[in-house]
């Protein structure tokens, strides 16, 4: 159980940014939006260009995008450019001009006449769905239990990362109060996982869709142990039907793929931080096998 703040805080009539909040992110925390410097991204080859980080949300992206491309869309060829959010890369102006809520991941599709800016995890997803025909039901009912779940993941990722994984993982001081009510909310979302995936295969029915593409990175980056270093506190491994859903997704070879694009942690072999071809994966499978040898 961690320990509670000794200190009481009452809220002044009207806040002010008088001081550094403090964790992890305090560097590139601040109340407004915009540049903070003038900086043109990068622009390759390919008809899709990503700007993103190798987070949950941006995992999202890039494994929706290999997917596309295994089933042999081939206008679902992608750069991916990294975007160090440590750094503040997000508040350059060309960052900002292609997403103005300065948050991985965004895209931007100059395969017609004119660019298509296209941000948030949950409209890029649907918007790459629908261009190529994949991954989105077109049957109704199957469509709007797809878009809930869709949203249902949307809607849950604050009280799971911004929550839970702040007040757990990242705040400067340990918080009972804070850190039991996240818990305790990422646990009912848990549950609420376990139970639809105790009825249905996949989240949307018995056809993998956006809905698990989306879902896969939190709820399966916490049963393995990739976020916050939580699963044991969370004692995950009781939602048996939350770990076949993610041991089965995650041996996907586009999620395997996608998972190392922009990723800029774990081992070196696992990290693709950049990728603008498919025989990028290649290079980097020749230099582990080299680096074993």
């Given at each position: 159980?961690?320990?509670?703040?000794?200190s009481?805080?009452?809220?002044?009539?009207?806040?002010?940014?008088?001081k550094?909040?403090?964790?992890?992110?305090?560097?590139?925390?601040?109340?407004?939006?915009?540049?903070?410097?003038?900086?043109?991204?990068?622009?390759?080859?390919?008809?899709?260009?990503?700007?993103?980080?190798?987070?949950?949300?941006?995992?999202?992206?890039?494994?929706?995008?290999?997917?596309?491309?295994?089933?042999?869309?081939?206008?679902?060829?992608?750069?991916?450019?990294?975007?160090?959010?440590?750094?503040?890369?997000?508040?350059?102006?060309?960052?900002?001009?292609?997403?103005?809520?300065?948050?991985?991941?965004?895209?931007?599709?100059?395969?017609?006449?004119?660019?298509?800016?296209?941000?948030?995890?949950?409209?890029i997803?649907?918007?790459?769905?629908?261009?190529?025909?994949?991954?989105?039901?077109?049957?109704?009912?199957?469509?709007?239990?797809?878009?809930?779940?869709?949203?249902?993941?949307?809607?849950?990722?604050?009280?799971?990362?911004?929550?839970?994984?702040?007040?757990?993982?990242?705040?400067?001081?340990?918080i009972?109060?804070?850190?039991?009510?996240?818990?305790?909310?990422?646990?009912?979302?848990?549950?609420?996982?376990?139970?639809?995936?105790?009825?249905?295969?996949?989240?949307?029915?018995?056809?993998?869709?956006?809905?698990?593409?989306?879902?896969?990175?939190?709820?399966?980056?916490?049963?393995?142990?990739?976020?916050?270093?939580?699963?044991?506190?969370?004692?995950?491994?009781e939602?048996?039907?939350?770990?076949?859903?993610?041991d089965?997704?995650?041996?996907?070879?586009?999620?395997r793929?996608?998972?190392?694009?922009?990723r800029?942690?774990?081992?070196?072999?696992?990290?693709?931080?950049?990728?603008?071809?498919?025989?990028?994966?290649?290079?980097?499978?020749?230099?582990?096998?080299?680096?074993?040898?």
């Amino acid at each position: 159980m961690s320990t509670s703040s000794t200190s009481e805080y009452t809220p002044p009539k009207v806040w002010t940014w008088d001081k550094a909040s403090g964790g992890r992110f305090a560097n590139i925390n601040r109340p407004i939006s915009g540049p903070t410097h003038e900086k043109e991204l990068p622009v390759g080859r390919h008809p899709l260009q990503l700007y993103s980080l190798g987070t949950p949300n941006g995992v999202k992206v890039t494994v929706m995008l290999e997917e596309l491309l295994a089933l042999g869309h081939r206008g679902a060829e992608y750069d991916a450019w990294l975007i160090k959010i440590g750094d503040g890369d997000q508040f350059g102006s060309g960052f900002v001009a292609a997403n103005p809520n300065s948050k991985i991941p965004a895209l931007v599709d100059r395969s017609g006449p004119k660019p298509i800016r296209v941000f948030e995890t949950g409209a890029i997803l649907t918007y790459l769905a629908e261009k190529f025909g994949a991954f989105l039901p077109t049957e109704p009912a199957a469509r709007a239990e797809c878009l809930s779940w869709l949203f249902w993941q949307m809607g849950s990722a604050p009280y799971l990362g911004g929550g839970f994984g702040h007040f757990y993982a990242y705040a400067p001081t340990k918080i009972e109060y804070a850190i039991d009510r996240f818990a305790m909310e990422t646990k009912r979302l848990l549950h609420v996982l376990d139970t639809r995936l105790g009825e249905s295969e996949y989240l949307a029915g018995s056809e993998y869709t956006i809905a698990d593409i989306a879902a896969w990175p939190w709820y399966g980056g916490l049963m393995n142990n990739w976020l916050y270093g939580a699963a044991e506190f969370l004692n995950v491994e009781e939602y048996k039907n939350v770990r076949r859903w993610t041991d089965a997704i995650g041996a996907r070879p586009a999620v395997r793929r996608g998972r190392m694009v922009n990723r800029v942690s774990g081992e070196p072999s696992s990290q693709l931080h950049e990728r603008h071809d498919a025989s990028d994966f290649e290079t980097k499978t020749q230099d582990k096998v080299a680096a074993q040898s």
